[in-house]
């Protein structure tokens, strides 16, 4: 009797392991078509945004007060009957987008309640300059937030250099640039800023120190004047020097051949449109007070300019328009949606070695030649300066597209990429070694409210360096990998998180170091992964989603805190993934994955495409943030791929574990 029941225990064991067994495969089927059916459905929208099948563009922006601004600029350089540039349009945009407060912010930020006092008075001023009346009750509701803010007097340096510029501020007050730093020839070549400062920097204060220098002023009447807008009254006027001689006409011939220096191909003046804008000022200026003879040159400068700032950026016949895009970034866009395509599995191999190739032949700076290897550009008109980040995704997507067919790329991307290296052990985004100068911050103490000044070694950066050389086999072993994981480690907070320098903010620091550090061979139950994963948990939303706000660079209360948005929530589930990568996930890293994970599917079956409500990317830390419709397109495509491809794995494991 006994050994009847044993039997029929055993035999009941054996039946109930079938059953789970075929449970398990049912369950990891329903989950495959679901899934399938949301990756499906993500991959059609990135493959329907391709143009000629090769390449994407999302048009990252940072906010339409640039678009408001440039009516001024067109008026003030004469050329506004031959810009695209609709007043009506512009009115809308503006008008639509005023706050409750009366103000007006760059960006979306779904957290914050009040408005931003620089954004306010660029939209103000181009209301005004667009012919609104300054009495109507959007105007005064505008004026009473910027002046309940300080007034024009609280405005930071680079809108005030415009106040300047059109007569609404005195060149007196803003603050002094030496021009030395410029200048090209003599003693002045040992110390030339261009090799101190960030890339982007450079191009922006070059003209900015010539029209500081001739107290540049260009009268375009009382439409463009803000009084109004001051807390104390209106200050005293600039009057331009009559006579330029009185400023030097030698320095102003070398600032003037250095500007034409920073012309690129396209037509921008170091890539970016308000760096082009300033710089045709300053040209204009030359060429109208100083030497007339140029002017034909200026001209043909400025038509190709304006070709290209309304053309590629201002007025792009795409959702990009009158939204702010100051510069082109589609090749890093087309990096991300060949990475997200990839990843999630995209049946089309034709399609991915198309992207391969168009990121090859037109971003990969084969011409630009630094230690003679080769680096990647951002987008059009960055061929002088290749970035890094960039240079090591493109790494990751042709060494999983194709690694046989693209092994001479790979390798001498690899190579630069070295070459790059901050003595830190760390990576910036464009130079090396353009750490923090206390000589240059102590000269240029008032500009630190407008910009970043210089491109040090971030953790976001160098994590992606990392998952890049992992990716073609590099490990510990080798000195520079080890010294750069000593600076990602380094970096770590005590609540286990990471400052994030390119995107917002801690959560894309700390998903940077989790996935670079495990890659690279830090086991992923170690003391600082398992902190930053601790901390990851810890800001889960109840939603499910991870946010947080722009603010987060400024005030410590909204670190890894804010509404859920699709892109941080991918960003957060990559870092736990690699948990799950090295199948050590903890219980609690597991639940935390899966409530994200249906986040995002949830977000996608609602709407049919995933969507930012708040800006996820950084310009300048605490000061610019920018909106990249790319981000929300694909990295919660690349988060379902490499999740489905592990869950696929690990259910096959465990099936087979059963069977046996």
Same mark, same amino acid.
């Given at each position: 009797?006994?050994?009847?029941?044993?039997?029929?225990?055993?035999?009941?064991?054996?039946?109930?392991s079938r059953f789970f067994s075929i449970f398990l495969l049912t369950v990891a089927c329903i989950f495959a078509v679901t899934s399938g059916n949301v990756i499906q459905r993500a991959q059609l929208n990135i493959v329907d945004k391709l143009i000629n099948g090769s390449h994407v563009n999302y048009y990252p922006h940072l906010g339409k007060q640039y678009i408001g601004m440039y009516?001024?600029?067109?008026?003030?350089?004469?050329?506004?009957?031959?810009?695209?540039?609709?007043?009506?349009?512009?009115?809308?945009?503006?008008?639509?987008?005023?706050?409750?407060?009366?103000?007006?912010?760059?960006?979306?930020?779904?957290?914050?309640?009040?408005?931003?006092?620089?954004?306010?008075?660029?939209?103000?001023?181009?209301?005004?300059?667009?012919?609104?009346?300054?009495?109507?009750?959007?105007?005064?509701?505008?004026?009473?937030?910027?002046?309940?803010?300080?007034?024009?007097?609280?405005?930071?340096?680079?809108?005030?250099?415009?106040?300047?510029?059109?007569?609404?501020?005195?060149?007196?007050?803003?603050?002094?640039?030496?021009?030395?730093?410029?200048?090209?020839?003599?003693?002045?070549?040992?110390?030339?800023?261009?090799?101190?400062?960030?890339?982007?920097?450079?191009?922006?204060?070059?003209?900015?120190?010539?029209?500081?220098?001739?107290?540049?002023?260009?009268?375009?009447?009382?439409?463009?004047?803000?009084?109004?807008?001051?807390?104390?009254?209106?200050?005293?006027?600039?009057?331009?020097?009559?006579?330029?001689?009185?400023?030097?006409?030698?320095?102003?011939?070398?600032?003037?051949?250095?500007?034409?220096?920073?012309?690129?191909?396209?037509?921008?003046?170091?890539?970016?449109?308000?760096?082009?804008?300033?710089?045709?000022?300053?040209?204009?200026?030359?060429?109208?007070?100083?030497?007339?003879?140029?002017?034909?040159?200026?001209?043909?400068?400025?038509?190709?300019?304006?070709?290209?700032?309304?053309?590629?950026?201002?007025?792009?016949?795409?959702?990009?328009?009158?939204?702010?895009?100051? =510069? *082109?970034?589609?090749?890093?866009? !087309?990096?991300?949606?060949?990475? %997200? &395509? #990839?990843?999630? $599995? @995209?049946?089309?191999?034709?399609?991915?070695?198309?992207?391969?190739?168009?990121?090859?032949?037109?971003?990969?700076?084969?011409?630009?030649?630094?230690?003679?290897?080769?680096?990647?550009?951002?987008?059009?008109?960055?061929?002088?300066?290749?970035?890094?980040?960039?240079?090591?995704?493109?790494?990751?997507?042709?060494?999983?597209?194709?690694?046989?067919?693209?092994?001479?790329?790979?390798?001498?991307?690899?190579?630069?990429?070295?070459?790059?290296?901050?003595?830190?052990?760390?990576?910036?985004?464009?130079?090396?070694?353009?750490?923090?100068?206390?000589?240059?911050?102590?000269?240029?103490?008032?500009?630190?409210?407008?910009?970043?000044?210089? =491109? *040090?070694?971030?953790?976001?950066? !160098?994590?992606?360096?990392?998952? %890049? &050389? #992992?990716?073609? $086999? @590099?490990?510990?072993?080798?000195?520079?990998?080890?010294?750069?994981?000593?600076?990602?480690s380094s970096w770590q907070d005590g609540d286990g998180a990471y400052w994030g320098r390119w995107g917002v903010n801690y959560i894309y620091g700390t998903w940077s170091a989790v996935v670079g550090l495990h890659r690279i061979g830090v086991p992923v139950d170690s003391k600082a992964i398992t902190k930053a994963l601790d901390w990851i948990i810890l800001m889960q939303n109840d939603?499910?989603?991870?946010?947080?706000?722009?603010?987060?660079?400024?005030?410590?209360?909204?670190?890894?805190?804010?509404?859920?948005?699709?892109?941080?929530?991918?960003?957060?589930?990559?870092?736990?993934?690699?948990?799950?990568?090295?199948?050590?996930?903890?219980?609690?890293?597991?639940?935390?994955?899966?409530?994200?994970? #249906?986040?995002?599917?949830?977000?996608?079956?609602?709407?049919?495409?995933?969507?930012?409500?708040?800006?996820?990317?950084?310009?300048?830390?605490?000061?610019?943030?920018?909106?990249?419709?790319?981000?929300?397109?694909?990295?919660?495509?690349?988060?379902?791929?490499?999740?489905?491809?592990?869950?696929?794995?690990?259910?096959?494991?465990?099936?087979?574990?059963?069977?046996?």
């Amino acid at each position: 009797m006994l050994f009847d029941c044993k039997f029929i225990l055993i035999l009941f064991f054996v039946m109930f392991s079938r059953f789970f067994s075929i449970f398990l495969l049912t369950v990891a089927c329903i989950f495959a078509v679901t899934s399938g059916n949301v990756i499906q459905r993500a991959q059609l929208n990135i493959v329907d945004k391709l143009i000629n099948g090769s390449h994407v563009n999302y048009y990252p922006h940072l906010g339409k007060q640039y678009i408001g601004m440039y009516f001024i600029q067109l008026t003030g350089l004469g050329l506004l009957d031959k810009s695209e540039f609709s007043v009506e349009r512009m009115k809308r945009e503006l008008m639509h987008s005023q706050r409750e407060d009366g103000g007006w912010t760059f960006v979306v930020d779904q957290n914050r309640q009040d408005s931003e006092l620089d954004a306010s008075i660029y939209s103000y001023w181009a209301l005004k300059a667009m012919g609104m009346n300054p009495n109507t009750h959007p105007m005064l509701r505008a004026r009473a937030y910027i002046l309940s803010r300080g007034g024009i007097e609280a405005a930071p340096a680079m809108l005030r250099m415009w106040l300047c510029l059109f007569g609404n501020y005195d060149w007196d007050e803003f603050p002094n640039i030496p021009v030395f730093p410029f200048i090209q020839k003599h003693v002045f070549k040992l110390y030339q800023l261009k090799s101190k400062v960030a890339q982007w920097v450079y191009p922006h204060v070059l003209p900015i120190a010539y029209l500081k220098r001739v107290r540049a002023v260009i009268d375009l009447g009382p439409r463009f004047v803000i009084d109004e807008l001051y807390l104390n009254g209106a200050i005293r006027r600039t009057e331009m020097p009559h006579n330029v001689a009185e400023v030097s006409g030698d320095v102003l011939h070398e600032l003037k051949a250095e500007i034409l220096n920073q012309l690129q191909p396209c037509g921008t003046f170091g890539t970016y449109t308000v760096s082009t804008l300033y710089s045709l000022f300053a040209l204009q200026h030359y060429s109208t007070y100083v030497n007339g003879t140029f002017f034909p040159e200026f001209k043909r400068i400025v038509a190709k300019s304006q070709r290209y700032i309304e053309h590629t950026c201002y007025f792009s016949r795409t959702p990009g328009a009158y939204q702010g895009i100051l =510069d *082109d970034g589609h090749f890093w866009d !087309t990096i991300l949606a060949g990475q %997200a &395509l #990839a990843e999630s $599995g @995209y049946g089309d191999g034709e399609v991915l070695r198309k992207i391969c190739d168009y990121l090859i032949d037109h971003a990969l700076l084969k011409t630009h030649s630094l230690h003679g290897v080769w680096g990647v550009a951002y987008g059009k008109d960055f061929w002088r300066y290749p970035d890094i980040d960039d240079t090591a995704e493109l790494i990751l997507l042709l060494e999983m597209v194709d690694r046989v067919k693209y092994r001479t790329y790979i390798d001498r991307m690899v190579e630069w990429v070295f070459t790059m290296q901050n003595w830190s052990g760390g990576w910036g985004a464009f130079n090396k070694d353009r750490v923090p100068s206390a000589v240059i911050k102590y000269f240029a103490r008032s500009f630190l409210d407008s910009a970043e000044l210089f =491109d *040090d070694a971030t953790v976001d950066v !160098t994590g992606h360096v990392l998952e %890049a &050389l #992992a990716a073609v $086999g @590099y490990t510990q072993k080798d000195k520079r990998v080890a010294l750069a994981v000593r600076f990602v480690s380094s970096w770590q907070d005590g609540d286990g998180a990471y400052w994030g320098r390119w995107g917002v903010n801690y959560i894309y620091g700390t998903w940077s170091a989790v996935v670079g550090l495990h890659r690279i061979g830090v086991p992923v139950d170690s003391k600082a992964i398992t902190k930053a994963l601790d901390w990851i948990i810890l800001m889960q939303n109840d939603d499910g989603g991870w946010g947080e706000s722009t603010m987060s660079y400024n005030d410590p209360k909204w670190k890894g805190k804010g509404l859920s948005t699709d892109t941080q929530t991918a960003w957060a589930c990559l870092a736990l993934i690699e948990a799950y990568h090295a199948m050590k996930c903890t219980p609690d890293q597991k639940m935390a994955l899966e409530r994200g994970i #249906a986040y995002l599917e949830t977000r996608i079956g609602h709407s049919r495409r995933w969507s930012d409500h708040s800006a996820v990317g950084t310009g300048h830390p605490g000061i610019v943030f920018m909106q990249y419709p790319a981000y929300s397109q694909t990295f919660p495509l690349i988060t379902l791929g490499r999740y489905y491809s592990l869950l696929r794995v690990q259910n096959s494991v465990a099936l087979a574990q059963e069977v046996e």
